[in-house]
């Protein structure tokens, strides 16, 4: 048992195909996110999904489950990105979560995804190294030791890092007041 | 709203953005896609682990050793199975020790040796020695030389690791441990080879980047240029700022962990500050220094920023229409003057001054219709949504103004 996913995990050590397919197919919805919160609206996320979805096939038979079984996924597509930090690409249109439209204000959808594309402009001009701790922690709601765990340092360094990128956020888009009004209804 | 509520917000709603869906054939096509490479990756790594094994025992067979003569006038090349490439001087001493995929080990006794190494790929691990330094890379240009019984390490490319006397250094492309020390990337013999391999590797990695503002200069470092700020304020002179070193730099240095300190300047000094101080005091709603700076340098869209921080929202919108050639200028009065001030007819003159095509077209519009739609000016509303629809047909309003447009 690895906690999360219930998976065989002799059969995955043992190359079961059905198993893999099963456990890629799970894993598939949360690797297109984790990316989209990695890399931002891009064109090339398919290709990124693709990769990372190459790299899991190749490490889950080595899985021994010792961790959580999404924690190790989360780490090999969190190693794709890094890949793709550099590329840049057109961006992709988004589709925003659908709120109920007597709700949410149409001018703030708009301004929602203005404030996506603003975000992760920002986000392209930190080092990759914070660029992911603000990923990991302000947007995927990881601690600072889960997100520590994930790449592979220790919890001050990634403190550190997220204090950088945080200042440096705030610094580029802080004084947008539309950006801070994004969210309000 | 402080700090913390503007990364909240502006977190949530990365969070909320959602992917593109793939159909079930897709997902399924990509699943059975990633399964198929895995497999042949692996089979590839085989054969490579029996050519590597193959050379080992042939460079065992060559006397464990290669030492160039003191006569080649060329530097020595020689490239492992791996695909890792090797440049000695002559009359450099250095052995092979392993070179298998797992490990690449070559011990360094003498002379100069430049290591251009293939990315490494999971637990793979390429190390270098002399007798007092172990040097850990993961994919990178570098020397190691070992002369009059000091080693240093030169980085082209990439970073590396290494170990001495018990203690580890990072050392990062540019820069050079050099007998316990830490310091820019000096001259050395095979800097050429280096340079020019860090600049293949550079130029290979880049070549699908086709945003202009980064780039490389020879030695490897990496560096973003500085912002301009002519884009929000093209009339106003200003400092350019300067983006900080990148952390591959700053690397190379104790990085600097201590949180800055609110600047604790008295007005008085406003006279001295620059552009992106004034902008980081607003974005620190430090809102009335900043005031103070903008109207000193007449820097227009910063005193309406500052302003506008402060809820003096009349003078806000009159700063912002003060702005010339600025949209953002522009649908900021709109904005305050309808969300701030209740007005939307002075709202609607504000965003007159908005020329087309702007980056902001779609959310002028997207106001404008609101705006007519508001005032009980059905028909342009109407005429507006369509428009919108025409040209932003995925657009973030478009469902309201296909609702709106269908209205009778």
Same mark, same amino acid.
């Given at each position: 048992?690895?906690?999360?996913?219930?998976?065989?995990?002799?059969?995955?050590?043992?190359?079961?195909?059905?198993?893999?397919?099963?456990?890629?197919?799970?894993?598939?919805?949360?690797?297109?996110?984790?990316?989209?919160?990695?890399?931002?609206?891009?064109?090339?996320?398919?290709?990124?999904?693709?990769?990372?979805?190459?790299?899991?096939?190749?490490?889950?038979?080595?899985?021994?489950?010792? =961790?959580?079984? !999404?924690?190790?996924?989360?780490?090999?597509?969190?190693? !794709?990105?890094?890949?793709?930090?550099?590329?840049?690409?057109?961006?992709?249109?988004? !589709?925003?979560?659908?709120?109920?439209?007597? !709700?949410?204000?149409?001018?703030?959808?708009?301004?929602?995804?203005?404030?996506?594309?603003?975000?992760?402009?920002?986000?392209?001009?930190?080092?990759?190294?914070?660029?992911?701790?603000?990923?990991?922690?302000?947007?995927?709601?990881?601690?600072?030791?889960?997100?520590?765990?994930?790449?592979?340092?220790?919890?001050?360094?990634?403190? =550190?890092?997220? =204090?950088?990128?945080?200042?440096?956020?705030?610094?580029?888009?802080?004084?947008?007041?539309?950006?801070?009004?994004?969210?309000? =209804? | 709203?402080?700090?913390?509520?503007?990364?909240?917000?502006?977190?949530?709603?990365?969070?909320?953005?959602?992917?593109?869906?793939?159909?079930?054939?897709?997902?399924?096509? *990509?699943?059975?896609?990633?399964?198929?490479?895995?497999?042949?990756?692996?089979?590839?790594?085989?054969?490579?682990?029996? %050519?590597?094994?193959?050379?080992?025992?042939? #460079?065992?067979? *060559?006397?464990?050793?290669?030492?160039?003569?003191?006569?080649?006038?060329?530097?020595?090349?020689?490239?492992?199975?791996?695909?890792?490439?090797?440049?000695?001087?002559?009359?450099?001493?250095?052995?092979?020790?392993?070179?298998?995929?797992?490990?690449?080990?070559?011990?360094?006794?003498?002379?100069?040796?430049?290591?251009?190494?293939?990315? #490494?790929?999971?637990?793979?691990?390429?190390?270098?020695?002399?007798?007092?330094?172990?040097?850990?890379?993961?994919?990178?240009?570098?020397?190691?030389?070992?002369?009059?019984?000091?080693?240093?390490?030169?980085?082209?490319?990439?970073?590396?690791?290494?170990?001495?006397?018990?203690?580890?250094?990072?050392?990062?492309?540019?820069? *050079?441990?050099?007998?316990?020390?830490?310091?820019?990337?000096?001259?050395?013999?095979?800097?050429?080879?280096?340079?020019?391999?860090?600049?293949?590797?550079?130029?290979?990695?880049?070549?699908?980047?086709?945003?202009?503002?980064?780039?490389?200069?020879?030695?490897?470092?990496?560096?973003?240029?500085?912002? &301009?700020?002519?884009?929000?304020?093209?009339?106003?002179?200003?400092?350019?700022?300067?983006?900080?070193?990148?952390?591959?730099?700053?690397?190379?240095?104790?990085?600097?962990?201590? &949180?800055?300190?609110? &600047?604790?300047?008295? &007005?008085?000094?406003?006279?001295?500050?620059?552009?992106?101080?004034?902008?980081?005091?607003?974005?620190?709603?430090?809102?009335?220094?900043?005031?103070?700076? %903008?109207?000193?340098?007449?820097?227009? #869209?910063?005193?309406?920023?500052?302003?506008?921080? #402060?809820?003096?929202?009349?003078?806000?919108?009159?700063?912002?229409?003060?702005?010339?050639?600025?949209?953002?200028?522009?649908?900021?009065?709109?904005?305050?003057?309808?969300?701030?001030?209740?007005?939307?007819?002075?709202?609607?003159?504000?965003?007159?001054?908005?020329?087309?095509?702007?980056?902001?077209?779609?959310?002028?519009?997207?106001?404008?219709?609101?705006?007519?739609?508001?005032?009980?000016?059905?028909?342009?509303?109407?005429?507006?949504?369509?428009?919108?629809?025409?040209?932003?047909?995925?657009?973030?309003?478009?469902?309201? *103004?296909?609702?709106?447009?269908?209205?009778?």
């Amino acid at each position: 048992m690895n906690g999360d996913l219930v998976v065989n995990l002799v059969a995955l050590r043992n190359g079961d195909r059905q198993e893999l397919e099963f456990v890629l197919r799970e894993l598939l919805p949360r690797v297109r996110r984790w990316l989209l919160r990695l890399l931002g609206p891009r064109s090339d996320l398919d290709d990124a999904t693709q990769d990372a979805l190459i790299a899991l096939a190749g490490a889950l038979p080595r899985f021994k489950g010792e =961790s959580k079984l !999404t924690t190790f996924a989360h780490r090999i597509v969190l190693r !794709t990105s890094y890949r793709y930090f550099r590329r840049r690409k057109r961006e992709e249109k988004l !589709t925003l979560v659908p709120a109920p439209p007597d !709700t949410v204000d149409p001018e703030a959808r708009v301004m929602g995804r203005e404030a996506l594309r603003q975000l992760y402009r920002c986000l392209e001009r930190l080092p990759k190294k914070r660029r992911v701790a603000f990923v990991l922690c302000c947007i995927e709601g990881l601690s600072p030791a889960e997100a520590a765990e994930l790449e592979g340092v220790s919890g001050v360094a990634m403190r =550190s890092r997220l =204090s950088h990128a945080r200042a440096e956020v705030l610094r580029r888009v802080g004084h947008d007041f539309d950006l801070g009004r994004v969210g309000q =209804s | 709203m402080n700090d913390d509520d503007f990364i909240r917000r502006i977190s949530q709603n990365a969070r909320d953005a959602a992917p593109g869906l793939l159909s079930a054939d897709q997902g399924e096509n *990509m699943i059975a896609h990633a399964i198929a490479a895995a497999q042949q990756q692996a089979q590839r790594r085989r054969h490579r682990r029996l %050519a590597a094994l193959a050379a080992v025992v042939l #460079l065992g067979g *060559m006397g464990l050793g290669w030492g160039a003569s003191q006569h080649d006038p060329e530097p020595l090349h020689a490239q492992l199975p791996t695909g890792d490439q090797l440049t000695a001087t002559p009359g450099a001493d250095f052995r092979v020790a392993s070179a298998s995929v797992q490990l690449r080990h070559v011990e360094v006794r003498h002379g100069v040796v430049l290591f251009d190494v293939s990315p #490494l790929e999971g637990e793979e691990r390429f190390e270098v020695t002399t007798a007092d330094t172990v040097v850990r890379v993961r994919g990178t240009v570098f020397s190691v030389e070992r002369e009059n019984g000091r080693t240093s390490v030169r980085v082209y490319e990439g970073r590396v690791e290494l170990e001495h006397e018990g203690h580890r250094q990072m050392v990062v492309a540019g820069w *050079m441990w050099l007998g316990g020390n830490l310091v820019t990337l000096g001259e050395g013999r095979l800097e050429q080879a280096g340079i020019a391999a860090a600049l293949t590797r550079t130029q290979r990695a880049s070549a699908a980047v086709s945003d202009p503002a980064v780039g490389t200069h020879a030695g490897g470092l990496e560096f973003q240029p500085a912002e &301009p700020i002519a884009a929000q304020q093209p009339s106003e002179g200003g400092e350019t700022e300067v983006s900080e070193a990148t952390e591959a730099t700053v690397l190379a240095v104790v990085p600097d962990d201590t &949180p800055r300190a609110v &600047p604790t300047a008295a &007005p008085r000094a406003a006279a001295h500050v620059t552009h992106s101080q004034v902008r980081q005091w607003i974005a620190s709603r430090d809102y009335g220094r900043a005031l103070v700076a %903008a109207r000193v340098h007449h820097w227009t #869209l910063l005193e309406a920023d500052a302003l506008r921080g #402060l809820r003096r929202f009349e003078e806000a919108a009159n700063t912002y229409l003060r702005v010339s050639n600025e949209p953002r200028a522009a649908y900021a009065a709109a904005r305050i003057r309808f969300f701030e001030l209740g007005d939307a007819a002075s709202a609607l003159t504000a965003l007159d001054t908005v020329r087309p095509g702007s980056p902001l077209d779609e959310r002028v519009l997207g106001l404008r219709t609101r705006l007519l739609f508001r005032q009980g000016r059905q028909h342009e509303a109407q005429q507006h949504a369509a428009d919108y629809l025409r040209r932003y047909p995925e657009g973030g309003l478009a469902d309201w *103004m296909s609702e709106l447009a269908a209205q009778r």
